[in-house]
């Protein structure tokens, strides 16, 4: 069994998403951030963007957020965003 990320995508409207997912690309005020499964933890300011989440079942999902934070523990990654853009 592969490793996996639990992720949990978070609007101040409620949850977007919750599962897991083999791969979480984010889009930061940096730049893009690829996240796998137990990625050093860290916590970022995300930009406007897409959070592209490669499921377990070999789909890729796309998430267009306005901003944001996410924070990475091992195999957690939490996005809280602004909202959907």
């Known amino acids: 069994m592969a490793d996996v990320l639990k ?3 978070t609007t101040p409207q409620g949850d977007i998403y ?3 997912a083999l791969q979480v690309q984010l889009e930061t005020v ?3 951030v690829d996240i796998l499964p137990k990625h050093v933890c860290y916590v970022t300011v995300l930009a406007k963007g897409d959070v592209i989440v ?3 079942q070999g ?3 796309h998430f267009t957020i306005s901003g944001g934070v996410a924070s990475c523990q091992a195999d ?3 996005v809280l965003a602004d909202g959907i853009a």
């Open 30 to 32: 940096d730049g893009q």
């Open 76 to 78: 957690l990654v939490s």
């Open 54 to 56: 490669d499921t377990e």
């Open 7 to 9: 992720l949990k995508i």
């Open 59 to 61: 789909e890729e999902k």
């Open 18 to 20: 919750s599962g897991k």
